[in-house]
């Protein structure tokens, strides 16, 4: 039996209450797809599903390749990029660290800079999700796909085994054993009933 769905991607359903856990994995990382030379604004359309009143409204905070990115239509992504998003950060350094606004200029120094656009080719970012954007965002996150560490997945799903309803056509036993011998990125897409 395959694990891989015709997509692309192995679909794991788990109980409700599972998708509070997923916020780890969401913050401790995984990877999406993309194309390089795309902005960083249409990266979060395409790869993430968020619109523009999202974007604008919640994702106060995003750091590319550790600099903070203001401009997102004139940032670009490439193959191997390092992406962290995040909702409105608390106390003097959130403020700071925040898209557009009155304070930018105390972090100049470290904001991205190259806003050279580089030729379209497949791309894969290296994403982390923080705070309440991923509490907010990480059902639909989850529901559209992601690439997930095979040794992170299975020992953080083996964790949530009784959690688990089925997962690639299995039960959760089967599932877990069949993880046991893949390694790499796997593609998931997890829903909660």
């Given at each position: 039996?395959?694990l891989?769905?015709?997509?692309?991607?192995?679909?794991i359903?788990?109980?409700?209450?599972?998708?509070?856990?997923?916020?780890?994995?969401?913050?401790?990382?995984?990877?999406l797809?993309?194309?390089?030379?795309?902005?960083?604004?249409?990266?979060?359309?395409?790869?993430?599903?968020f619109d523009?009143?999202?974007?604008?409204?919640?994702v106060?905070?995003?750091?590319?390749?550790?600099?903070?990115?203001d401009?997102?239509?004139?940032?670009?992504?490439?193959d191997?990029?390092?992406?962290?998003?995040?909702?409105?950060?608390p106390?003097?350094?959130?403020?700071?660290?925040?898209?557009?606004?009155?304070?930018?200029?105390?972090?100049?120094?470290?904001?991205?800079?190259?806003?050279?656009?580089?030729?379209?080719?497949?791309?894969?970012l290296?994403?982390?999700?923080?705070?309440?954007?991923?509490?907010?965002?990480?059902?639909?996150?989850?529901?559209?796909?992601?690439?997930?560490?095979?040794?992170?997945?299975?020992?953080?799903?083996?964790?949530?085994?009784?959690?688990?309803?089925?997962?690639?056509?299995?039960?959760?036993?089967?599932?877990?054993?069949?993880?046991?011998?893949?390694?790499?990125?796997?593609?998931?897409?997890?829903?909660?009933?």
């Amino acid at each position: 039996m395959e694990l891989i769905s015709k997509d692309g991607c192995m679909d794991i359903s788990m109980v409700a209450e599972a998708a509070w856990g997923w916020n780890y994995i969401l913050q401790k990382g995984f990877a999406l797809n993309g194309v390089s030379g795309t902005s960083v604004r249409q990266f979060l359309h395409e790869a993430l599903g968020f619109d523009d009143g999202f974007i604008d409204s919640t994702v106060r905070t995003i750091f590319l390749n550790n600099s903070p990115v203001d401009d997102l239509d004139r940032t670009y992504i490439k193959d191997g990029d390092r992406m962290a998003l995040g909702s409105a950060m608390p106390g003097l350094v959130g403020i700071v660290m925040g898209r557009d606004n009155f304070y930018k200029s105390f972090r100049s120094g470290i904001e991205v800079k190259d806003h050279s656009r580089v030729d379209a080719a497949p791309a894969r970012l290296a994403m982390k999700v923080f705070s309440t954007l991923a509490v907010e965002s990480g059902r639909g996150l989850l529901a559209r796909g992601i690439l997930v560490d095979a040794d992170v997945l299975a020992g953080f799903l083996r964790e949530k085994k009784a959690q688990i309803i089925e997962a690639g056509g299995l039960d959760a036993g089967g599932f877990l054993a069949r993880l046991d011998g893949l390694d790499g990125d796997l593609p998931i897409r997890v829903t909660f009933v």
